[in-house]
């Protein structure tokens, strides 16, 4: 039975096909596997994933399974798991072991779903390779010699690869969704507060969100629940009025992506009322403002938690580099970062007045070579780190909900990913019409 599908594994063991022991065991071997040929895996659960299984057959036994009795899962190696090694994707933590589930994990196992391993993650979730000197890069499950995307790379590579169905990333200022675009997969970021932060190592703690990927929407769907985040039990998505936003300045995407944008909102518009979004300075400065935010409140974070001394002789050089650059910051420019995005939250709010939901690219190019610094997009050329989050960084910083759904790949090539991105608190309904563009799309999917 494959574990692509965490409704068709579910239905498997509920009907008892298939057992939550061999259900597991197959995820725990296919992480194994990726964990060697994609370094998606920083640890892997074996002992603990098979007594839960065990747990999880007593438990159809008896006719008393939880909502997701027996499914396995991956949870990012920045996310605190109780007795199971995470170390943040950094040296600095090797060994570290933590006592108590963040809130998110507890969430899911207390509705029966089994972790089995750790996925990696850029250093402290500060860049969008999952790259590292030490522990290895991450690797692309679509093209090995390109980047999953970050920080929550390790986990889209895992679902990308087979390994798991579902899990839980972070994502602030587009980790959940890049990386899931990258590797073909679904990414969603909620509300921003809609799931705890509570044992989530801190990035920068006023954009940071806890996230969800899925091999489609429906994973997404089934893990989202336990929150509260439900699809509601209407046919209101019918009427959505979508907004499109081809690119965001200063890079226009790429020819390829481009043309998988517009085809797909062709193929929206026999169904959909879609418009033009005519506000073209309406991300100005945003993606600055973005940057001076994380670079402040990242830095206070690791300067509250470890010495110089420590941080010189733990942590990569890009991180200890970011360090050293945020001293030169004044509480001016945060300051400043911070009334800007005041001010685009509130233009972000108006315009969706006229909009119930915004279509854009999550990227505007597909997945750069490993060790790749810079990519030419078009025009222009800049960072890496640049390229992959401008398009959805601004969602954090207004901190709107925005999934991220794989779009038909052309010629053989890499797969595009279209970002829908919804009002704060419309979780459920962001998701429902995520699962709506998803079938009218799906035709054109590979399987």
């Not at 809609?194 to 994973?219: E, I, K, N, Q, Y």
Request: charged fraction near 20%; hydrophobic fraction near 45%; include cysteine.
């Amino acid at each position: 039975m494959s574990t692509h599908c965490l409704r068709a594994a579910r239905a498997a063991l509920a009907a008892g096909r298939l057992t939550a022991t061999a259900l597991v065991r197959q995820a725990l071997d296919r992480a194994e596997a990726s964990k060697q040929s994609l370094n998606a895996f920083a640890a892997i659960d074996w002992d603990r994933a098979l007594r839960a299984a065990a747990d999880s057959d007593q438990r159809y036994a008896q006719g008393r399974p939880r909502a997701l009795e027996g499914l396995p899962i991956g949870v990012k190696d920045l996310i605190d798991t109780r007795g199971l090694e995470t170390r943040y994707g950094s040296r600095a933590y090797l060994g570290h072991v933590p006592a108590c589930d963040a809130d998110v994990v507890r969430t899911l196992a207390e509705c029966g779903a089994i972790v089995v391993g750790k996925t990696t993650t850029h250093e402290f979730a500060w860049g969008v390779s999952t790259a590292h000197p030490e522990f290895g890069d991450t690797r692309n499950p679509l093209d090995r010699t390109r980047m999953p995307g970050g920080s929550s790379g390790g986990m889209a590579a895992a679902i990308g690869d087979g390994a798991v169905a579902a899990g839980l990333g972070t994502d602030t200022g587009g980790s959940v969704r890049i990386p899931a675009a990258l590797c073909g997969v679904a990414g969603f970021k909620p509300t921003l507060g809609a799931l705890s932060t509570h044992g989530v190592f801190p990035l920068a703690p006023t954009l940071d969100h806890p996230g969800l990927l899925g091999r489609c929407v429906d994973d997404i769907v089934l893990l989202a629940a336990p929150f509260g985040i439900e699809v509601p039990d209407s046919d209101a998505w019918v009427s959505a009025r979508l907004g499109i936003v081809p690119a965001i300045a200063p890079i226009a995407p790429s020819h390829a992506v481009d043309a998988s944008f517009r085809r797909a909102v062709a193929t929206l518009g026999a169904t959909f009322a879609c418009s033009a979004v005519d506000d073209t300075t309406l991300f100005d400065g945003v993606f600055g403002a973005f940057a001076r935010i994380v670079l402040a409140e990242g830095a206070v974070e690791h300067w509250r938690r470890h010495t110089p001394e420590r941080i010189a002789a733990g942590y990569m050089p890009e991180t200890a580099e970011r360090l050293q650059a945020a001293r030169a910051l004044v509480l001016g420019d945060y300051a400043d970062a911070q009334q800007l995005r005041l001010r685009f939250t509130a233009r972000l709010q108006a315009l969706m007045a006229r909009h119930d939901y915004l279509l854009l690219p999550t990227c505007p190019c597909h997945a750069p070579a490993l060790q790749a610094a810079s990519v030419q997009v078009g025009d222009w050329r800049g960072s890496v780190r640049e390229a992959l989050m401008t398009y959805t960084a601004p969602f954090n910083v207004a901190g709107f909900p925005a999934i991220s759904i794989p779009l038909p790949a052309t010629d053989g090539g890499l797969p595009a990913a279209l970002q829908i991105v919804a009002r704060p608190g419309d979780d459920g309904a962001l998701l429902q019409i995520a699962q709506q563009i998803e079938g009218l799309l799906a035709p054109a999917l590979p399987g």
